[in-house]
């Protein structure tokens, strides 16, 4: 059984930064992303990176603000979240896809991670 477990969401004032964390069994060639749940909106891309090479994509609330990284040893993905504003509140998923990237939906999800972003 894989788990994904996030931490690190929590209440932060628009301009402030938070640190997400994902302890996740991730292995070659899988990818791990962070995905965002939004109030109303769809689910969307953050951030994602590959396990081997670390290669690394940023969707658009990301772009600039936020940087994902890792640590194998730990098995730990980051998410440094920097200049957070309030459309950064949501729900905030880690998620272990073992084919690299081509299939988040069918991936390993965490539970998430609450955080908001007070104006």
């Known amino acids: 059984q894989i788990q994904v477990v996030e931490s690190g969401g929590g209440l932060v004032q628009a301009g402030g930064s938070l640190r997400l964390t994902c302890a996740a069994p991730g292995r070659t060639n899988w990818a791990v992303g962070w995905f965002r749940q939004a109030p109303s909106r769809e689910r969307e891309v953050v951030a994602t990176?590959?396990?081997?090479?670390?290669?690394?994509y940023y969707g658009d609330p990301a772009k600039g603000r936020f940087t994902i990284s890792m640590d194998r040893a730990k098995r730990k993905v980051y998410l440094q979240m920097n200049d957070l504003n309030p459309e950064g509140t949501g729900v905030y998923y880690c998620?272990?896809?073992?084919?690299?990237?081509?299939?988040?939906?069918?991936?390993?999800w965490g539970q998430g991670t609450q955080v908001t972003v007070a104006s």
């Open positions: 990176i590959t396990w081997n090479r670390g290669t690394t």
């Open positions: 998620v272990l896809d073992g084919s690299g990237g081509s299939d988040w939906q069918g991936g390993y």
